[in-house]
């Protein structure tokens, strides 16, 4: 709700005009944020499914609103208040086509559909399709359709866009929801009659025949409220599940949502509406889908006795909760699509279900949110302006990283964007009044695609400065950068680079970020050499899109170059936000070894005390037990909900204390105290939170035995987990939400007044190596720094296998271990000077032979293992047949890789291998290209399969198929993909990066997105050179003659050269091209 929003499309059209108020407070996380995207880590894991991209694909544009939508095959049929349709890309005003109120589109294109052209003299507010698919109603306030009267509802065919003739039932009152089974239509709104038949707001005709039906159930209002039903859907042979403002059905409560039976009118059970209070004018359940037996819905409410905001699923047979999405901000229609919910909405506050809070001063809108089919945690009390008591504790969804940016609309003047969501299995669509999507014009109507259709272009963001900071530590240098964003994955890869850009990383890791919450990254560089140095920081998402800052140079002293860490490699690797060595000489500082907030460190504390970790010359701290006896940040942080504190301590004392806790206080005792790890009078560990009551685990045993203990507490939506020694103690399951507030980390002691086991609140031992994480390490995590502080590290076991194509050899070192985890990195050398890192590797060599290939894998604690293999490779074979060949049947995130045969891809410009396809990307006026260095040679024909993903924009999409390139001297065919769906096929020289045109002519019939078309080029001769060209679409045989031949004898270029592909997108395009290629083979021409 806002009070800058109307409360729902239909209600405001029915004139039960509501201006609504979003409010909330600050709010925590409950289930863990969703680690999913469009390429999730885990996508097998139901609370993490794939989504569609966040790419906006262009689509027809309207001049006012949509409010309803309906897909039927690779149709999408679209009603709303407009009066004209426009192109992708066209402005406000300019190409525009008369559409009155309803339009149809192509879900594949974008494009109009131009045969479907009704004429309707008022708007529409619902469209349904029959279930076989024949037929589509619309309801709304029209009264006529073609010149032919139509009261409220009509029904068009699929098959020719005609009316039918014989469905012509005259409704009084608007017509808001519509279901059709194959014999009978069910529609209802603001209903008061059928011809002169009365009707309280629902109703049933003949599909056949349109006559009215007696099915008549009674929606009612109790004094103040409204009955008005604003959607339905059928779930089975004999339900209709429908929802509006009423709080019953045929005088038995059913709030806001209710069962009815198809057949007799009379009342289902359907559990939901016993906790959804939804009802009356500021109110309701406003929209409704049903997919694999369960229904959804969403609602909105306006200060009235409603309890949600967000969306619903319950089973479809007797209304059981499957879960609630409780996010503050009205929602207005829901899609369900694989295993993710997708709703149109103006959610600002999601933080019941472990999302983003409440963003103040500045109020935060998402018009376009997805969450889980499967219930990943439960419903919490943290934002507190509504009244959510009875959700509390059921089952939540989790809130998924796909935050397209939606541009609220004029037309209606309530501050919405989107008010309709609807697709199929390819893809997702949205209608509404957005104007603009993702910075491009594209107004009221947007679709996104599931991965293997999308061009994946949106990456990594950021509004701060993307910048690393430098800072001298004793022993390191000390790097850190804001973590950034991406609309659809939360999960980036971080690349520090010292000196030159081509360096093996410094460090590297993918991490987890959401919009709401960037937190500052960092990792240490202890391999520098004295003397000036510059680093670079680069953060890339799956698809290869990568951001990068700009060098920072820093002057390393003699004495900053560090002694090799096992235990603190480990801790960096698995993620650490802050690592505190407490192992400086003296002074009051101690140093964040992976993040920016250095503790500063009491008088009572003690530096230079001999450390926990085994072979490790890393001192520890000695904490005398007194309140001047520890250590703190010094920067103010939000809490965290997923989190684990980690630290080594050794103490006699039997007095108990605190070890590393949250409070809101630098010093002394903290009014606010909270994620504690602490120890009693009789010596055992405990770890707990506060959300109310304490939620504590404690050790059965004592550890103040004067040894060293490792000790790990962890918070997530499972409970509260506490380890020592590499051990689970124990878990307080639960989702729990901990006190939220603003403070800082504290070592040694502060306030532990209420807790109980108790103890003394300042700690008398020693403490070492604090670590604070914003995940939940596992028990492998745990145990492996346990095992790598008492210098019980194994040592890894290298293996690898090969595969060789030509002069290519691949390696995979997938069967490489490690006995305490995860490998930390693999270096290979390839016998011949060339070297690699990663997993998998590749490497073409320049002459046929039999080398060695060695493997080094290096694990958390530094231990290496190396193994070799032989490799035979042989000259690609020459004369007839392929001398390149790539059908692109592997995942490369940055660059093509090396192809099945012709050698390794040289690329420019954002280029990867996804889904089968090898991809170039490119933003107007950019130029990308991929060439094949190792073919070289003159009369060659060249082929491939060319897709765009999506129409051109602007001046077109430029693609050209390359032969004989040396240098900036090719011939070339070279296709313009224009935004009108035509194709210019055109042949080309270029010499010193100055292109010639030689011929053209306009491919008949054009392309469609998504469509291949198959290019084959061949140039041949010398002095003159022939080249020519055929293209033809996927699914059509190729043509027996060349569509264009030209000669061309220019000195330059006749001698062998290379063979690649170049796009480039126009400088007046409004997005991003992508080009998709396969099935590329180069052979001798002829």
Known sequence: MSARTAASPRALLAGLLATLLLAGVLGGVVPATARADWAPLNPAAPATPATVTADALPTVQINGVVWAQAVVGNTVYVGGDFTQARPAGAPPGTSETPRSYLLAYDIRTGELISSFAPSLDGQVLAITASPDGSRIYVGGDFGRVNGQVRARIAAFSTTTGQLVSEFRPAVSGQVMAIAASNSTVYFGGSVTAVGSVARTRLAAVSAATGALLSWAPQPGPNTGTSNHVMAMVLTGTDQLVVAGRFNTLNGQAATGVGALSTSTGATRPFAVNQLVTNNGPNGAINSLTVANGVVYGTGYDYFGTGNLEGTFAARADGGTPVWFADCRGDHYSVHVS???????????????????????????????????????????????LRNNTRLVGQPAPSLLPWDPAFQAGTFTGQFQAGWSVSGNGDYVVYGGEFPVVNGVGQQGLVRFAVPALAPKTVGPATSRPFTLTPTMVPGAVRLN?????????????????????????????????????????????????????????????????????????????????????????????????????????????????????????????????????????????????????????????????????????????????????????????????????????????????????????????????????????????????????????????????????????????????????GGAAWFNGRIDEVAVYPTALSLQQVSTHTALGRGQNQAPTASFTTQVADLTARVDAAGSTDPEGVLRSYAWDFGNGATATGVTASHTYATPGTYTVRLTVTDGGGLTATTTRTVTVTAAPTGPGSVAADSFGREVASGWGTAERGGAWATTGTTSVTGGAGRLSGAPGQSTSAVLPAVNRTDVAVQAAVTLPQLATGGGTYVSLVTQKVGLNDYRVKLRYRSDGQVEVMLARTVADTETILGGYQLPGGYAAGTPLTVRFETSGGAPTTLKVKVWRAGTAEPAAWGLTRTDDTAALQRPGAVGLETYVSGSATATSVVRVDDLRAEPAG
């Open 338 to 384: 694989g295993g993710a919910v997708y709703t149109a909405s103006h959610a600002h506050d999601c933080a019941n279900i472990g999302g983003f809070p409440e963003q103040t001063p500045d109020r935060v809108h998402m018009f376009g949110n997805a969450v889980s089919v499967a219930a990943a945690g439960t419903v919490q009390r943290i934002s507190e």
């Open 481 to 757: 950068w804001p973590s950034v964003t991406d609309r659809d994955n939360e999960n980036l890869t971080y690349r520090v680079h010292r000196d030159t850009d081509t360096s093996a990383p410094v460090c590297e890791a993918t991490r987890p970020t959401r919009w709401w919450d960037l937190p500052t990254f960092g990792c240490v560089d202890t391999g520098a050499a004295a003397g000036s140095h510059r680093w670079l920081v680069t953060v890339s998402d799956p698809a290869g899109n990568r951001l990068t800052s700009s060098w920072v140079t820093a002057t390393v002293p003699a004495a900053s170059s560090g002694a090799n860490r096992p235990y603190a490699r480990s801790v960096a690797a698995d993620g650490a936000l802050d690592h505190w060595y407490l192992g400086e000489a003296s002074g009051n500082i101690a140093y964040d070894y992976a993040g920016p907030r250095d503790l500063t460190v009491g008088g009572g504390v003690t530096r230079q005390a001999a450390g926990a970790i085994q072979g490790d010359a890393n001192t520890a701290s000695a904490f005398n037990g007194t309140s001047t006896g520890s250590a703190s940040t010094g920067t103010a942080v939000p809490s965290p909900q997923v989190f684990s504190v980690e630290a080594w301590f050794q103490t006699t004392s039997t007095a108990g204390g605190k070890i590393i806790g949250f409070g809101d206080r630098t010093s002394g005792l903290s009014g606010l105290y909270d994620r504690q790890v602490y120890m009693d009078t009789a010596g055992r560990v405990t770890f707990g939170i506060w959300n109310g009551a304490t939620q504590l685990v404690t050790s059965p045993g004592a550890y103040n035995d004067g040894r060293w203990h490792h000790v790990v507490g962890t918070m997530s939506p499972a409970g509260v987990s506490l380890y020592v020694d590499g051990a689970l103690i124990g878990t307080k399951a639960g989702s729990f939400r901990a006190q939220q507030f603003t403070g800082y980390w504290r070592i040694g002691g502060d306030n532990m007044n209420g807790w109980t086991p």
